[in-house]
T-cell receptor
C-alpha cells in the first residue's frame, strides 16, 4: 500500500473551472513532487518542493499552481485548463532532495479529464 | 546530459516463463539506478534500486536486476512470471552528484499470457 495519498482519484472539469488536487504523506519526508503522466508515456516532472519551498518549476504553465501548506501536504491548483492537460497527475515524496539515492515514493495518482 | 533507453516497448511472455526487460543508460556522471512498476490504473511502485556494492540487486515480487558498468546496463529479470506481473515497467536513473530527481526511460509493457 502506498503511503502517499492523493485525492480525488478522478476529476472531470470544464475549461473555466477551478479545482485542486491534494496529496498527503506521513512518512516525515521533506521533499514532495508533482508529476504529469500521459497515456503510454513516462512521468514528467512538474514541480518539486524541498522543506516546503518551491525548488523546481519545470516551465509549467501558470494555469497550474502548486502549494505546500506544510511538510505533509501538497496541493495542485488548477484553473483554465485545456483538454490537452488531461492526464494522470502523480504526487510523490522522498526523505530529502540532497541525496539522489533516496527512494521517491509515488501516490496512486489523480486522473484528470478536461472537457 | 543523461538518457535512459528501454528498447523493448512491449514484451509478451507466457506464464511461468522467464523474462528479461532491458535498460541501458548514458550519463557523463555516475548514476543510481531504479526500476519502477506501474500496474494498470495505479501509481508507480519501486521494484528495486542499485546504489553501490553487489551488482546483483534483488527486489520485490521475485525480480532482480544486474548492474553492468562496462555495458551501462541495468536489465531486469524474473525467472518465472505470473499473470499478476502484467504491468508497465520503467527504468530510471538519478545523478549521484545531483539532487534527488529521476530520469525515466520510455517504459516496457510486460504482458503475461496464460
Amino acid at each position: 500500500d502506498t503511503e502517499v495519498t492523493q485525492t480525488p482519484k478522478h476529476l472531470v472539469m470544464g475549461m473555466t473551472n477551478k479545482k485542486s488536487l491534494k496529496c498527503e504523506q506521513h512518512m516525515g519526508h521533506r521533499a514532495m513532487y508533482w508529476y504529469k503522466q500521459k497515456a503510454k508515456k513516462p512521468p514528467e516532472l512538474m514541480f518539486v518542493y524541498s522543506y516546503e519551498k518551491l525548488s523546481i518549476n519545470e516551465s509549467v504553465p501558470s494555469r497550474f499552481s502548486p502549494e505546500c501548506p506544510n511538510s505533509s501536504l501538497l496541493n495542485l491548483h488548477l484553473h483554465a485548463l485545456q483538454p490537452e492537460d488531461s492526464a494522470l497527475y502523480l504526487c510523490a515524496s522522498s526523505q530529502e532532495r540532497k541525496y539522489s539515492g533516496n527512494t521517491i515514493y509515488f501516490g496512486e495518482g489523480s486522473w484528470l479529464t478536461v472537457v | 546530459a543523461q538518457s535512459v533507453t528501454q528498447l523493448d516497448s512491449q514484451v509478451p511472455v507466457f506464464e511461468e516463463a522467464p523474462v528479461e526487460l532491458r535498460c541501458n543508460y548514458s550519463s557523463s556522471v555516475s548514476v543510481y539506478l531504479f526500476w519502477y512498476v506501474q500496474y494498470p490504473n495505479q501509481g508507480l511502485q519501486l521494484l528495486l534500486k542499485y546504489l553501490s556494492g553487489s551488482t546483483l540487486v534483488k527486489g520485490i515480487n521475485g525480480f532482480e536486476a544486474e548492474f553492468n558498468k562496462s555495458q551501462t546496463s541495468f536489465h531486469l529479470r524474473k525467472p518465472s512470471v505470473h499473470i499478476s506481473d502484467t504491468a508497465e515497467y520503467f527504468c530510471a536513473v538519478s545523478l549521484r552528484t545531483g539532487a534527488n530527481n529521476l530520469f525515466f526511460g520510455t517504459g516496457t509493457r510486460l504482458t503475461v499470457i496464460p
